[in-house]
């Protein structure tokens, strides 16, 4: 459990913003970007700032750093740091503050570490700078510190370079260096968006006990509502540079009072939503852009409850509404609870035949094994999603799918046909076109040069889908409208698209050839929440029309049980469990599921979710256990047993089969991992 907020009106903030207004300078002129912000972080106290991207989250933690860059000016209003204006202190002093007192932690760690240093020197930089002491006492402290954020080895990773450790040891050197001087405030901008749940859950376990222990303020930047929910005691919302709804998380998880508020809450996918009977709902139309914002409310051209002549005249301030505060004219007004309309149900897709079969399917880089005797099928109109922590081979198995890589033994077929073993240079066309990929990042993907009408298009010429030009251009114009976006935009080029107009090019794209079926690998990782909330949706009403078979591959749990029919749990190459979505939610749980599902933050304070704690990192797949893969990080291992024998694949339903030594009835005794709570938390 988290502590209880403090008591924000009493004591002197570690931290404080009153009326922050931040503006970009450019040849367009004056772009505000921040309209009169205000926080009072105390010590101990850790804050949420939460929207879509855009909204000035990071721009507020870059301004309280002083690293705007050139065309960034502080335009009005003050940022305190233990009662001082820091807008008003020399270079000399905002250098001795800055990495020591108050000190930022980046959402990409390697744009935080250099390339050409080893992490002892890196890390032993900031005592020597900020402190004075010598270089052997900087590296002790260096070393004492990354045991402190729990990394394996430390002498190695102390002698590496930022290239030879993994993501997640990168960040965790990176929340060494901004806690090796102990400061007084820690900013976090998205810390462990890149991050496996399991990696994110270790981490934000970390920065809490750290913090509380040195009574750090923290100040989470993020999009993701279910980590604010279980770090932070308070939070801002915002919208297009201002703060919409602030209070405490329980008062803002409870009963939010903003329209956007709520538009962000019915985006998130939580335990009980459902894309038939209980489908997300994304906010409607795009964030406006800092120069042409409308007049009165920010949110008003998106919102379901604008008044013309009341929400579009004048600025709205803040006002107090039951211990929060609230930007908005018709708060009252619209509180009841059927005033939030639920989302209209969809029909389940009808599920058929086989499409693609997998049996026994290996593939090995020489001493690497990065997929071992995978066995399972993927249905007409059915949505598998494989899950599990990076390097476990997901991605893999999508590229042997797709042609990009050769399976070394076993056998895939899709609709019949072996391709296990068959690049994609040496496919048919018809089965290329029968089996296309949405990727990770639309932004790679996408031709800068081209329309995207024309890239579309040649997706369809080349498929033979259509050959006449006029049929060719209805069909992209088809498709766009499938894909919900206007049909001018087949003459616009990528840069002049948003990145969730880029991900539904992409989707409209794989979709041209009428494909049989569809890998989808991270597809909405990247996007802010309500762009998730429309693509899945998308994604789920192609496949309603087309029967699509759909192979989703992804690190987010929510997500996959949202849109998952059946769900895969792979680890260091193998399947530990798999069965219907909600088979694998439900115990029993092969002991990695169940730390998967208690390692996601859940945005729901109906929810409560049991603890699991899993240590050590995944081994490596050059040297993987000779018995069960997860043997080394599991708090259920048999000794002698787990480590050294396979285990054997128990089935509990038609579907769901686990892979463990367990026995059945200890698996079948396991409590839930996520249950209703009796009482809001």
């Given at each position: 459990?988290?502590?209880?907020?403090?008591?924000?009106?009493?004591?002197?903030?570690?931290?404080?913003?009153?009326?922050?207004?931040?503006?970009?300078?450019?040849?367009?002129?004056?772009?505000?970007?921040?309209?009169?912000?205000?926080?009072?972080?105390?010590?101990?106290?850790?804050?949420?700032?939460?929207?879509?991207?855009?909204?000035?989250?990071?721009?507020?933690?870059?301004?309280?750093?002083q690293y705007l860059g050139r065309n960034g000016r502080i335009t009005g209003g003050q940022i305190l740091f233990e009662g001082r204006d820091m807008l008003s202190m020399s270079p000399e002093e905002l250098r001795r503050i800055r990495g020591s007192r108050i000190a930022m932690v980046y959402q990409e760690p390697m744009a935080s570490l250099n390339p050409a240093m080893t992490i002892r020197d890196q890390l032993a930089e900031v005592p020597i700078h900020h402190e004075g002491v010598s270089r052997a006492e900087a590296r002790r402290r260096a070393l004492e510190m990354l045991h402190r954020v729990k990394l394996?080895?430390?002498?190695?990773?102390?002698?590496?370079?930022?290239?030879?450790?993994?993501?997640?040891?990168?960040?965790?050197?990176?929340?060494?260096?901004?806690?090796?001087?102990?400061?007084?405030?820690?900013?976090?901008?998205?810390?462990?968006?890149?991050?496996?749940?399991?990696?994110?859950?270790?981490?934000?376990?970390?920065?809490?006990?750290?913090?509380?222990?040195?009574?750090?303020?923290?100040?989470?930047?993020?999009?993701?509502?279910?980590?604010?929910?279980?770090?932070?005691?308070?939070?801002?919302?915002?919208?297009?540079?201002?703060?919409?709804?602030?209070?405490?998380?329980?008062?803002?998880?409870?009963?939010?009072?903003?329209?956007?508020?709520?538009?962000?809450?019915?985006?998130?996918?939580?335990?009980?939503?459902?894309?038939?009977?209980?489908?997300?709902?994304?906010?409607?139309?795009?964030?406006?852009?800092?120069?042409?914002?409308?007049?009165?409310?920010?949110?008003?051209?998106?919102?379901?409850?604008?008044?013309?002549?009341?929400?579009?005249?004048?600025?709205?301030?803040?006002?107090?509404?039951?211990?929060?505060?609230?930007?908005?004219?018709?708060?009252?007004?619209?509180?009841?609870?059927?005033?939030?309309?639920?989302?209209?149900?969809?029909?389940?897709?009808?599920?058929?035949?086989?499409?693609?079969?997998?049996?026994?399917?290996?593939?090995?880089?020489?001493?690497?094994?990065?997929?071992?005797?995978?066995?399972?099928?993927?249905?007409?109109?059915?949505?598998?999603?494989?899950?599990?922590?990076?390097?476990?081979?997901?991605?893999?198995?999508?590229?042997?799918?797709?042609?990009?890589?050769?399976?070394?033994?076993?056998?895939?077929?899709?609709?019949?046909?072996?391709?296990?073993?068959?690049?994609?240079q040496k496919r048919s066309v018809d089965m290329v076109r029968n089996l296309q990929m949405v990727f990770q990042n639309p932004f790679d993907t996408l031709n800068p040069s081209h329309t995207v009408g024309s890239q579309i298009a040649r997706v369809i010429r080349k498929f033979g889908v259509e050959t006449d030009e006029a049929r060719i251009r209805a069909r992209v114009l088809e498709l766009l409208d499938l894909v919900k976006l206007p049909r001018e935009y087949a003459d616009r080029r990528p840069r002049q698209l948003s990145g969730g107009q880029k991900q539904r090019i992409g989707i409209a794209r794989a979709?041209?050839?009428?494909?049989?079926?569809?890998?989808?690998?991270?597809?909405?990782?990247?996007?802010?929440?309500?762009?998730?909330?429309?693509?899945?949706?998308?994604?789920?009403?192609?496949?309603?029309?087309?029967?699509?078979?759909?192979?989703?591959?992804?690190?987010?749990?929510?997500?996959?049980?949202?849109?998952?029919?059946?769900?895969?749990?792979?680890?260091?190459?193998?399947?530990?469990?798999?069965?219907?979505?909600?088979?694998?939610?439900?115990?029993?749980?092969?002991?990695?599921?169940?730390?998967?599902?208690?390692?996601?933050?859940?945005?729901?304070?109906?929810?409560?979710?049991?603890?699991?704690?899993?240590?050590?990192?995944?081994?490596?797949?050059?040297?993987?256990?000779?018995?069960?893969?997860?043997?080394?990080?599991?708090?259920?291992?048999?000794?002698?047993?787990?480590?050294?024998?396979?285990?054997?694949?128990?089935?509990?339903?038609?579907?769901?089969?686990?892979?463990?030594?367990?026995?059945?009835?200890?698996?079948?005794?396991?409590?839930?991992?996520?249950?209703?709570?009796?009482?809001?938390?």
């Amino acid at each position: 459990m988290l502590p209880p907020a403090r008591d924000a009106t009493s004591g002197t903030p570690v931290l404080e913003c009153r009326d922050l207004c931040i503006s970009y300078f450019t040849r367009a002129g004056e772009i505000p970007a921040v309209v009169d912000f205000n926080l009072r972080l105390m010590p101990g106290e850790a804050h949420g700032l939460v929207g879509e991207s855009g909204c000035g989250k990071s721009t507020i933690a870059l301004a309280v750093m002083q690293y705007l860059g050139r065309n960034g000016r502080i335009t009005g209003g003050q940022i305190l740091f233990e009662g001082r204006d820091m807008l008003s202190m020399s270079p000399e002093e905002l250098r001795r503050i800055r990495g020591s007192r108050i000190a930022m932690v980046y959402q990409e760690p390697m744009a935080s570490l250099n390339p050409a240093m080893t992490i002892r020197d890196q890390l032993a930089e900031v005592p020597i700078h900020h402190e004075g002491v010598s270089r052997a006492e900087a590296r002790r402290r260096a070393l004492e510190m990354l045991h402190r954020v729990k990394l394996p080895d430390c002498d190695r990773i102390m002698r590496a370079y930022p290239h030879q450790i993994s993501g997640g040891q990168q960040q965790r050197v990176v929340i060494a260096m901004a806690l090796l001087s102990q400061p007084k405030v820690l900013l976090l901008d998205e810390p462990t968006t890149a991050l496996d749940v399991t990696v994110e859950a270790g981490i934000v376990e970390l920065i809490g006990e750290i913090a509380a222990q040195y009574g750090t303020a923290l100040l989470y930047v993020s999009h993701n509502l279910g980590l604010i929910r279980e770090t932070c005691q308070t939070l801002t919302v915002m919208y297009s540079g201002e703060a919409v709804e602030t209070g405490t998380v329980g008062q803002v998880f409870s009963r939010m009072h903003h329209p956007y508020t709520r538009g962000l809450f019915g985006s998130i996918p939580v335990p009980g939503a459902d894309k038939n009977t209980r489908p997300l709902r994304a906010i409607p139309g795009h964030l406006p852009p800092p120069q042409s914002r409308p007049r009165g409310c920010n949110f008003n051209t998106r919102c379901a409850f604008a008044l013309p002549g009341l929400c579009d005249r004048d600025p709205v301030a803040m006002r107090p509404v039951g211990g929060e505060a609230v930007r908005c004219l018709r708060v009252g007004e619209i509180d009841a609870p059927e005033a939030a309309a639920p989302a209209p149900r969809h029909e389940a897709a009808p599920i058929g035949d086989v499409v693609v079969d997998v049996r026994d399917l290996s593939k090995r880089y020489h001493e690497l094994r990065a997929n071992r005797n995978l066995t399972f099928d993927a249905r007409q109109g059915e949505t598998v999603a494989i899950v599990g922590e990076s390097g476990c081979g997901k991605s893999t198995f999508a590229r042997i799918l797709a042609g990009l890589e050769e399976a070394t033994s076993g056998e895939l077929e899709v609709a019949g046909t072996p391709i296990g073993a068959t690049p994609v240079q040496k496919r048919s066309v018809d089965m290329v076109r029968n089996l296309q990929m949405v990727f990770q990042n639309p932004f790679d993907t996408l031709n800068p040069s081209h329309t995207v009408g024309s890239q579309i298009a040649r997706v369809i010429r080349k498929f033979g889908v259509e050959t006449d030009e006029a049929r060719i251009r209805a069909r992209v114009l088809e498709l766009l409208d499938l894909v919900k976006l206007p049909r001018e935009y087949a003459d616009r080029r990528p840069r002049q698209l948003s990145g969730g107009q880029k991900q539904r090019i992409g989707i409209a794209r794989a979709f041209a050839g009428n494909p049989a079926v569809v890998v989808a690998d991270e597809p909405v990782s990247a996007l802010d929440v309500s762009v998730q909330a429309a693509v899945a949706d998308l994604l789920m009403s192609i496949q309603r029309e087309q029967g699509t078979t759909l192979i989703f591959i992804s690190h987010d749990l929510a997500v996959v049980r949202y849109l998952a029919d059946r769900i895969v749990v792979m680890y260091l190459g193998q399947i530990v469990e798999q069965g219907t979505a909600d088979e694998v939610f439900a115990a029993p749980y092969h002991p990695y599921t169940e730390a998967l599902l208690s390692a996601v933050p859940i945005a729901d304070v109906r929810l409560r979710k049991r603890r699991v704690i899993v240590s050590g990192d995944l081994p490596s797949a050059k040297r993987p256990p000779p018995g069960c893969p997860f043997s080394t990080r599991c708090n259920y291992a048999i000794a002698d047993l787990c480590a050294n024998q396979p285990p054997p694949v128990q089935r509990f339903s038609g579907h769901h089969s686990i892979a463990c030594h367990l026995p059945r009835d200890t698996l079948a005794a396991m409590e839930p991992v996520i249950t209703m709570a009796e009482e809001p938390a």
